[in-house]
């Protein structure tokens, strides 16, 4: 469950960020976040491969990834690092998300020749 540990390390991460402002209370739906997330791995998968052939166009392009990931689903960062946070808390919603990326992925898998 390589997805697990990476959607843990995202908690850790953003979990370490100072906290946000009492006017920013967005939470990201579960089916929008549910893509975000795919996007998300999919993302770090490509990063992954490419990382050993040259790392820094490799960290270039995850960024440039993560950019159109958040504005392809109009999310701002904080509003995702919040998305986490909520989500996190709530482990079933969570478990849930996350059955939803695994089945997406696995469909994807199965259309390609």
Do not use: W
């Not at 991460?13 to 795919?38: A, W, Y």
């Not at 946070?85 to 079933?92: A, E, I, P, W």
């Not at 919603?93 to 390609?112: F, G, Q, R, S």
């Amino acid at each position: 469950m390589n997805y697990l540990y990476i959607f843990y390390i995202l908690i850790f991460l953003f979990g370490c960020q100072t906290e946000q402002s009492k006017n920013d209370k967005i939470i990201i739906g579960k089916q929008n976040f549910t893509h975000i997330i795919k996007a998300i791995h999919l993302a770090e998968a490509k990063y992954e491969i490419n990382k050993n052939k040259n790392i820094d166009a490799a960290k270039n392009l995850l960024k440039i990834e993560y950019d159109s990931i958040f504005k392809s689903y109009s999310v701002e960062v904080n509003d995702f690092e919040r998305s986490i946070k909520h989500y996190s808390t709530k482990t079933n919603e969570l478990d849930e998300i996350y059955e939803n990326v695994l089945e997406e992925l696995i469909k994807d898998k199965n259309k390609l020749p």
